[in-house]
């Protein structure tokens, strides 16, 4: 069964996370270049980008084998920017309050396929 990811509200935010994971990864030290900042991006593209792989697979089982990579990545890239704000003093709160709510939204939808 195949799903429309534009249409996922997990896929929408973490979308739109991925935007704003970027703008802050700019604040990070020019020497985070190949480390942190590098890591960071990769973990928020990983989230909207396995969900729609998921979303075209042909088994619900297939889908939630995807959805559990990117809410991986989600506490992966959470744990990031928990880093990036004790390290650097970012102000990250937003960032993981959203994370938090893709986390559930992901964790619904997962359900859902699971019924």
């Not at 990769?42 to 909207?48: E, F, G, L, Q």
């Not at 088994?59 to 928990?82: G, H, R, V």
């Amino acid at each position: 069964m195949r799903h429309n990811f534009r249409e996922l509200s997990s896929w929408k935010d973490s979308f739109e996370l991925v935007k704003k994971v970027y703008l802050i990864s700019k604040e990070l030290p020019e020497d985070e270049k190949f480390g942190l900042k590098s890591q960071i991006q990769r973990c928020a593209v990983s989230i909207p980008s396995n969900i729609a792989e998921g979303s075209g697979r042909s088994t619900d089982k297939e889908f939630i084998y995807f959805l559990n990579i990117a809410i991986s990545s989600s506490y992966e890239l959470e744990t990031q920017l928990l880093i990036c704000a004790d390290l650097f003093e970012l102000n990250v709160e937003d960032l993981v309050l959203k994370l938090e709510s893709i986390q559930r939204l992901i964790g619904g939808l997962k359900r859902k396929l699971t019924n």
